[in-house]
């Protein structure tokens, strides 16, 4: 059993910059994921790393200015997000997944509750 607790959202001013954890109880053995979901839009892929933190996976739109990170001794789980753009204003949500790094929501089966994070222009 996997549990996800994310925390660090807040309001930023455009350019600005957020870091994001995800306390991750459990999940030591799994990918991890940053997925996010923006009012009347779908949820979509940000980033994953794998499990031992070695390998990582971006969005087109994500790469060179998000940065995926995960500390398996705290079991936390990181985003960093720097020259953020009102576009970027959403719930981002941790995720979890078995084996292998995924970009479709469906692979993973546990989820966080989110944390909101909006970007003023």
């Known amino acids: 059993q996997v549990q996800l607790v994310e925390s660090g959202g807040g309001l930023v001013q455009a350019g600005g910059s957020l870091r994001l954890s995800c306390a991750a109880s459990g999940g030591t053995h799994y990918t991890l994921a940053w997925f996010r979901q923006a009012p009347g839009k779908e949820r979509e892929f940000v980033a994953a790393?794998?499990?031992?933190?070695?390998?990582?996976h971006y969005a087109d739109s994500m790469k060179g200015r998000f940065t995926i990170s995960r500390d398996n001794a705290k079991s936390t789980l990181y985003l960093e997000m720097n020259s953020l753009k009102p576009e970027d204003t959403a719930v981002y949500y941790c995720a979890a997944a078995a084996w292998s790094i995924y970009y479709s929501k469906n692979e993973y089966r546990y989820w966080g509750q989110g944390t909101q994070v909006t970007v003023s222009s």
């Open positions: 790393v794998s499990r031992s933190g070695d390998n990582t």
